[in-house]
């Protein structure tokens, strides 16, 4: 028999690569030397020696996968395997797989750990950190961070931006400022982030005049040319100020200066443009777009679709959904939740509803906010029997953990007789999402009618769940 050709760290850092299933490449890391033709390897066999790469490989893919418990396990290896000194990116990695995930403590403690792995910590998995706990919105932590952030480096541009943007976050402008005028004393020069995410907080706080000044200096000053970001945020600014006109004028200076256009500031003129009663000029935008070769995106048609249903110009919103559909641009939920909301508000929930009911052919998902709004509706025109049929898909697709949406419409389910509001409380009961709510509509209903249906209904509510005091 011929005898089988050991898998090399090489090779088993290939076939990671190839293994789009983090399940099946973490089987394949842990059993390198196992395949169907030896599923059982030599147990006195020398230890599998594992590559940096290979770790790195598997720990990436993990922590993408959001399989933490796993990417533990391999970590803890790692920590063991003596023979590796781990390079800080593989912890700047797992920091920022803990940050998107929203786990802060979990990234903390990586970060205090990195010594006993070998590594040395240095100011960028010190700015990795930084960074997820400004995602985070964990500010207090941020100021322990860097109260002693001297003991690993000296802060560099990078820090000190994600510190302004932290000031900004907060609306603390003024702390923000300090931020920027301690960088230039200890001699770190600003850069286009630095003045882009000032420039930002400043619009975001109506503080224009501040925002254009330091615009000019940038330019002047530190021959830092504005790029697309500043400018999106300076537009926006000026259109969230009602200065639609001024707003152009800056699009037209980032044409003459070439810098390379976003869609973002065409979404927002598009938008400010309905909100001024201007909303032939939005078609334009849309136009100029592609003239320069700006390709619009979902947001841009999102801009539209929103403008069009304010003006209740339902065809035309419809219009741009199949314009976005021929220019290959996915319509998203936001884009359906515009149209469903425009037509609830003006009472064409039939029309409504068969959008959301057309919305899985059209390959789009409804979310908890498309049936909420279908749901309310109908509700609105006191059609109870289709909203409990709404009702009833939202509890089956888990959208409904309580029946405090329903709760505004309680008064209205009690006058008169309506069967539909049966429909509805056994919907609800079916899962058990026992509240208060429930228990005001059905106590009201039993007063006033004396229906056997009703005690039923209270023997399923008392042997379910416990009463939930939310």
């Known amino acids: 028999m011929q005898k089988l050709k050991k898998v090399s760290p090489f090779r088993l850092n290939s076939l990671l690569r190839l293994q789009k299933d983090p399940k099946l490449a973490l089987n394949l890391f842990l059993n390198p030397e196992s395949d169907a033709q030896n599923p059982n390897p030599d147990p006195k066999a020398k230890p599998f020696r594992y590559s940096l790469l290979s770790y790195d490989l598997i720990i990436s893919k993990l922590g993408r996968a959001k399989m933490f418990s796993q990417m533990e396990t391999i970590v803890e290896k790692l920590k063991k395997d003596t023979r590796i000194n781990p390079e800080e990116i593989i912890f700047c990695n797992i920091i920022t797989f803990y940050g998107r995930a929203r786990l802060p403590q979990k990234a903390l403690q990586v970060f205090d750990e990195i010594p006993t792995y070998r590594c040395q910590r240095t100011i960028r998995s010190v700015n990795t950190l930084l960074n997820i706990l400004l995602r985070c919105r964990e500010f207090d932590k941020m100021v322990e961070v860097i109260s002693g952030i001297e003991k690993y480096a000296a802060p560099d541009a990078c820090t000190y931006n994600i510190m302004i943007n ?33 420039i930002n907080g400043l619009c975001v706080n109506s503080e224009l ?34 200065h639609l006109s001024k707003a152009i004028k800056l699009k037209d200076e980032m044409l003459r200066k070439k810098v390379e256009l976003d869609p973002a500031v065409y979404s927002t003129l598009i938008s400010a443009s309905f909100k001024a009663g201007r909303k032939g000029e939005a078609s334009g935008f849309l136009e100029e777009m592609r003239r320069n070769e700006c390709k619009p995106d979902t947001v841009t048609y999102n801009a539209m679709i929103h403008g069009f249903c304010q003006e209740n110009e339902f065809d035309s919103a419809f219009a ?38 057309d919305m899985p052919r059209r390959k789009c998902a409804p979310d ?20 409990a049929s709404i009702l009833d898909e939202m ?10 949406s329903i709760s505004k419409y309680i008064d209205d389910l009690l006058e008169g007789e309506n069967e539909e509001v049966w429909g509805c409380l056994f919907s609800l009961v079916k899962r058990n999402p026992t509240d208060r709510c429930i228990w005001r509509l059905l106590t009201s209903l039993v007063r006033k009618n004396n229906r056997s249906d009703s005690y039923e209904l209270f023997d399923r509510l008392i042997n379910g769940d416990s009463l939930s005091v939310g």
């Open 166 to 198: 932290a000031c900004c976050t907060m609306s603390d402008l003024e702390r923000a400022w300090y931020v920027f005028d301690e960088m230039r004393r200890r001699g770190v020069e600003p850069n286009s982030v630095t003045f882009g995410t000032l």
């Open 209 to 242: 005049e501040t925002a254009f000044g330091l615009k000019k200096r940038m330019e002047m000053d530190f021959k830092i040319k504005p790029n697309a970001r500043i400018y999106v945020a300076l537009i926006k600014g000026l259109c969230k100020g009602g």
């Open 368 to 387: 908890a906010v498309t049936y909420r709004t279908v749901f309310e509706g109908f509700c609105d025109l006191k059609q109870f029997k289709e909203a």
């Open 395 to 404: 509890i089956f697709k888990g959208y409904v953990r309580h029946s405090s």
């Open 320 to 357: 741009a959904l199949s314009e976005m559909e021929k220019e290959g641009i996915k319509p998203d939920v936001i884009s359906y939740n515009v149209i469903i909301g425009g037509l609830c508000r003006e009472r064409k929930v039939e029309e409504a509803n068969d959008l959301l009911q």
